[in-house]
């Protein structure tokens, strides 16, 4: 863990903390839960629920303030994981124009135990959604309905690592949450679904370029950095598309951004 153990409420830290906190709970999300309870709680949460429900899955943790909901993101050994990434029929949303079918039925089979929770429990805490690849995907849809619902207390923000489109233009443009998107360059499955099918990326984009230095970038530039990453790449004997999506490589290069550090351009 780069993260120390919350001494306050979440909203007191800036960006750059949050960033790293919320990588390594949709980090911890991957664990089994007896891991996960030990690491959450040198992190400050004094609650930790696990929700698995046909083979969707989330933790809620949670401590006096804050409430944190951060969704499992795809593993390559669950059938069910890669059917709902394979499954890109756009379908109607909870809420306006369309999303992607294999993402939203993963979170229509958790959504009624997390919105329950969320109306119960976090009534007088600060609401966060954080997620890594298909959990991504997942807590930017629970994220939606949760700012469009009544009965839902207003979620502060949401940060994402390696998401894959989840909605049309529409859709995306409908949300009001403040939302930091994270890319590591060359990470594949940004990339999808395709854009030729009306998928759209949704927040802020927050950039790691190829070196893993956060970087504000027109399309041009991108373009010749996802050159240079792959070129970078091949010479560690890598394939860049896969390892720029690895949780561990996120982690690394926001804990160096946090301290205030850059790592070295060659």
């Given at each position: 863990?780069?993260?120390?153990?919350?001494?306050?409420?979440?909203?007191?830290?800036d960006?750059?903390?949050?960033?790293?906190?919320f990588?390594?709970?949709?980090?911890?999300?991957?664990?089994?839960?007896?891991?996960?309870?030990?690491?959450?709680?040198?992190l400050?949460?004094?609650?930790?629920?696990?929700?698995?429900?046909?083979?969707?899955?989330?933790?809620?943790?949670m401590?006096?303030?804050?409430?944190?909901?951060?969704?499992?993101?795809?593993?390559?050994?669950?059938?069910?994981?890669?059917?709902?990434?394979?499954?890109?029929?756009?379908?109607?949303?909870?809420?306006?124009?369309?999303?992607h079918?294999?993402?939203?039925?993963?979170?229509?089979?958790?959504?009624?135990?997390?919105?329950?929770?969320?109306?119960?429990?976090?009534?007088?805490?600060?609401?966060?959604?954080?997620g890594?690849?298909?959990?991504?995907?997942?807590a930017?849809?629970?994220?939606?309905?949760?700012?469009?619902?009544?009965?839902?207390?207003?979620?502060a923000?949401?940060?994402?690592?390696?998401?894959?489109?989840?909605g049309?233009?529409?859709?995306?443009?409908?949300?009001?949450?403040?939302?930091?998107?994270?890319?590591?360059?060359?990470d594949?499955?940004?990339?999808v679904?395709?854009?030729l099918?009306?998928?759209?990326?949704?927040?802020e984009r927050?950039?790691?370029?190829a070196w893993?230095?956060?970087?504000?970038?027109?399309?041009?530039?991108?373009?010749?950095?996802?050159?240079?990453?792959?070129?970078?790449?091949?010479?560690?004997?890598?394939?860049d598309?896969?390892?720029?999506?690895?949780?561990?490589?996120y982690?690394?290069?926001?804990?160096?951004?946090?301290?205030?550090?850059?790592?070295?351009?060659?």
């Amino acid at each position: 863990m780069h993260t120390k153990k919350l001494k306050g409420p979440i909203a007191d830290l800036d960006v750059k903390h949050k960033s790293l906190l919320f990588a390594e709970l949709a980090a911890l999300a991957y664990n089994e839960k007896a891991e996960a309870i030990k690491e959450a709680k040198k992190l400050g949460f004094t609650t930790v629920e696990y929700y698995n429900i046909g083979g969707a899955q989330a933790y809620r943790f949670m401590n006096k303030v804050d409430f944190v909901i951060a969704c499992r993101g795809t593993e390559p050994t669950q059938f069910n994981d890669i059917k709902a990434d394979l499954n890109a029929i756009p379908t109607k949303s909870e809420t306006v124009s369309y999303v992607h079918s294999g993402f939203k039925e993963e979170v229509d089979k958790i959504w009624p135990r997390l919105v329950d929770d969320i109306i119960r429990e976090a009534d007088t805490r600060t609401v966060w959604f954080c997620g890594h690849s298909l959990g991504a995907a997942m807590a930017t849809i629970v994220a939606s309905r949760c700012t469009g619902s009544a009965e839902c207390p207003d979620p502060a923000e949401l940060y994402t690592y390696g998401s894959p489109r989840v909605g049309f233009r529409k859709y995306v443009r409908s949300e009001p949450i403040t939302h930091y998107r994270w890319q590591n360059n060359n990470d594949i499955v940004t990339r999808v679904p395709m854009a030729l099918m009306g998928y759209r990326h949704d927040g802020e984009r927050m950039y790691l370029n190829a070196w893993g230095n956060v970087r504000k970038m027109s399309g041009w530039q991108r373009l010749k950095d996802k050159w240079r990453g792959l070129w970078l790449g091949i010479k560690k004997g890598q394939i860049d598309s896969f390892s720029d999506h690895s949780m561990t490589n996120y982690i690394s290069y926001i804990s160096t951004w946090a301290e205030g550090k850059e790592n070295p351009q060659k």
